[in-house]
């Protein structure tokens, strides 16, 4: 069946470190792939998505790149701060069904030290 | 802006209680969801429904039952509520179709002793 693996469970970095989150899914065709970022007290909320292979996706700083060869969606920042201190959830949407499904990963927190 | 409320923020029960979970969306969206989440297991479906009277079984259903009374509302039932129930309970809605953007609520933290 779809899924999405995310490697690391918790991540702790300085300020100005270079951030990767690996995402490696499983799912035929070519489902939407998400990063949604969870602060403290609040829901998740989207980062960014993509689509087709290749695309890249960005949002604050963030990025990652659509890579069916690898079946992957890593999560990318050069240099992170201490706002970025939140739980990250790789998703994805499968393409060939006719109803709204979404499969998460099971998040990595990243903590940010000043 | 999308607008998914919760309530109540939390909740505290006991063991066989009876408690249940509301979720609001002003958003004119079809999907609603609950998830629930735990530390080490990430956000899992429990129910979610693409209409008023529609009710669609999630990847964790058992214990819960759930109802969709109208467009904008999305309910969660715990009827005999156990500990193993404890958890950070989230609602989301999305338009519907295939890659839809979750927009989720801010969550109820529900505590059963």
């Known amino acids: 069946g779809d899924s999405v693996t995310q490697t690391e469970g918790q991540v702790a970095l300085s300020e100005e470190d270079f951030l990767t989150i690996h995402c490696n899914y499983s799912?035929?065709?070519?489902?939407?792939l998400f990063w949604y970022v969870q602060y403290p007290g609040e829901g998740p909320q989207l980062l960014f998505r993509?689509?087709?292979?290749?695309e890249k996706g960005s949002s604050r700083g963030f990025e990652a790149t659509y890579d069916k060869g690898t079946t992957s969606f890593h999560l990318r920042k050069a240099s992170v701060q201490e706002s970025d201190s939140a739980v990250y959830y790789c998703a994805l949407s499968p393409s060939n069904t006719g109803y709204q499904n979404f499969y998460f990963g099971k998040g990595t927190s990243l903590t940010v030290i000043p | 802006e999308a607008a998914v409320t919760q309530s109540p923020r939390n909740k505290v029960t006991v063991t066989g209680g009876n408690v249940t979970l509301s979720c609001r969306q002003t958003?004119?969206?079809?999907?609603m969801y609950w998830y629930r989440q735990d530390t080490g297991h990430g956000l899992r479906l429990i129910h979610y429904?693409?209409?008023?009277?529609?009710?669609q079984i999630g990847d964790v259903p058992d214990g819960y039952k759930a109802t969709r009374t109208t467009q904008e509302d999305f309910f969660l039932l715990l009827e005999l509520a156990s500990p193993s129930q404890t958890s950070l309970y989230f609602c989301a809605s999305s338009p519907g179709g295939c890659a839809e953007t979750l927009y989720f609520g801010s969550g109820t933290r529900l505590t059963v002793l």
């Open positions: 958003n004119s969206h079809n999907y």
């Open positions: 799912a035929s065709g070519y489902p939407t």
């Open positions: 429904s693409y209409g008023a009277g529609n009710l």
């Open positions: 993509a689509s087709r292979d290749k």
